[in-house]
C-alpha cells in the first residue's frame, strides 16, 4: 500500500529530498520519483497506481514525489484520499519569486533557447502565464490539501531549511513518515549538502524582480499567517548567480570532486560512483516530441561523491 506522497513547487528540494529518503532502509519508492498518475495518467485506472505499491515489507513506509500534484484540484485531492485514507503529505515550498524565476529558465532549455535569446517581454509572459502563477501559489494549494488531510497528516518543508539546516529537514521528514530517525544522523554533511540538478544559473535582471515583487507581494503575507511563519525576507530576495548558496554548493561539490578522483588516484584506485534511479517525468502535453516513459523504465545515473 502506499504511505506518503511528497508534492511541492518546481526546485524546491523534491530531488534532493528523493535522492536521501530512497536510501533509508525504511523507505522505498517503487515507482521512482515522479509517477504523474494524478494530474496525466488517470487513463491508466486507480488500479495500476496502488498496484505500484502493493508489494514491500511491512515495516517499510511506500511512496512517491510529484511536486505536480501541489496544483491538483479538492475533488482530485478527495479522490486520492478515498484510496489511501491515512496518506502522509508533504509539501516543498521555496521562495515564489525565485520558483518563477527558476521556472523561467527551465522553460528556455525546453524550448532550446539561451539566456541571450529569450527577451524581457519573453519572461514577463512566462511569469504571468496560468501555469506559472498556479505552481506559485502556495496558499491555495495548501488551503486544497488541508481541507482534506488534517494537520497531522500535512508537512511543509522550506527550501530554506533545505540549504540551513539538512540534516534537521530529514528528521523532521523521518518523523511525519513514521521512519527511524536515528539513520539521519549517521549521513555524512558533505553529501547533505550537495543539491541535486540545480539547474542553470544566471542573474535576475533589476526590472524582472521588480515585477516579480509586485506579482507575489500579496500572496505572502497570508502564507506567513497560514504556516505561522515570518515568510517577508522573500521580498528582498534578489538572485545573483555568483553569490547563491547553490553556486557556493556547486563550487564545494566540483572541488570535492576532484580532490576525491585525486586522493583514489594518488592510492592507485579509482572512484567508485553511486548509483541511483531516476525516473524521468515527462508530461505529453508539454514536451512535445518526447516519449512519455513509464515509472517502470528507470534511467540509472552515477554521483561520485567525494
Known amino acids: 500500500m502506499i504511505h506518503f506522497l511528497g508534492i511541492g513547487a518546481q526546485k524546491a528540494g523534491t530531488t534532493w529530498i528523493y535522492q536521501h529518503l530512497s536510501r533509508h532502509p525504511d ?14 495518467c488517470r487513463s491508466n485506472g486507480v488500479a495500476w497506481w496502488t498496484g505500484l505499491f502493493a508489494d514491500g515489507h511491512q515495516r517499510q513506509k511506500q511512496g512517491e514525489i510529484t511536486p505536480a500534484y501541489a496544483t491538483l484540484d479538492e475533488a482530485t485531492i478527495r479522490e486520492i484520499a478515498a484510496v489511501a485514507p491515512n496518506l502522509r503529505v508533504f509539501f516543498s515550498l521555496r521562495n515564489p519569486i525565485a520558483r518563477a524565476w527558476s521556472s523561467a529558465l527551465m522553460a528556455l532549455e525546453r524550448a532550446e533557447m539561451t539566456i541571450d535569446d ?8 512566462h511569469f504571468k502565464s496560468a501555469g506559472s502563477r498556479r505552481r506559485g501559489d502556495y496558499l491555495s494549494c495548501i488551503k486544497r490539501w488541508q481541507a482534506v488531510f488534517c494537520d497531522e497528516q500535512f508537512l511543509t518543508i522550506m527550501f530554506d531549511d533545505i540549504i540551513k539546516d539538512p540534516r534537521g529537514v530529514l528528521v523532521r521528514l523521518c518523523r511525519h513518515l513514521g521512519a527511524d530517525t536515528s539513520w539521519v544522523g549517521e549521513l555524512p ?23 516579480l515583487r509586485v506579482l507575489y507581494k500579496p500572496m505572502i503575507n497570508p502564507l506567513s499567517d497560514l504556516l505561522g511563519r515570518d515568510l517577508s525576507a522573500w521580498l528582498d530576495w534578489g538572485w545573483l548567480w555568483a553569490g547563491s548558496d547553490f553556486a557556493a554548493f556547486q563550487t564545494e561539490k566540483q572541488t ?3 580532490k576525491s578522483q585525486r586522493t583514489h588516484a594518488h592510492h592507485g584506485g579509482t572512484c567508485q560512483p553511486t548509483t541511483y534511479l531516476y525516473t524521468p517525468a515527462l508530461h505529453p502535453s508539454r514536451d512535445v516530441g518526447k516519449r512519455w516513459i513509464p515509472p517502470c523504465s528507470r534511467l540509472r ?5 567525494g
Request: a negative charge; one cysteine or more; charged letters at 15%.
Open 27 to 40: 523507505i522505498r519508492f517503487p515507482a521512482g520519483k515522479e509517477v504523474h498518475f494524478w494530474d496525466c
Open 118 to 125: 529569450a527577451s524581457h517581454l519573453w519572461f514577463l509572459d
Open 189 to 211: 554533511a558533505a553529501e547533505l549538502a550537495m543539491p541535486v540538478f540545480a539547474g542553470p544559473g544566471f542573474d535576475l535582471p533589476e526590472p524582472l524582480l521588480v515585477s
Open 256 to 258: 570535492r570532486s576532484v
Open 301 to 305: 545515473f552515477s554521483v561520485c561523491f
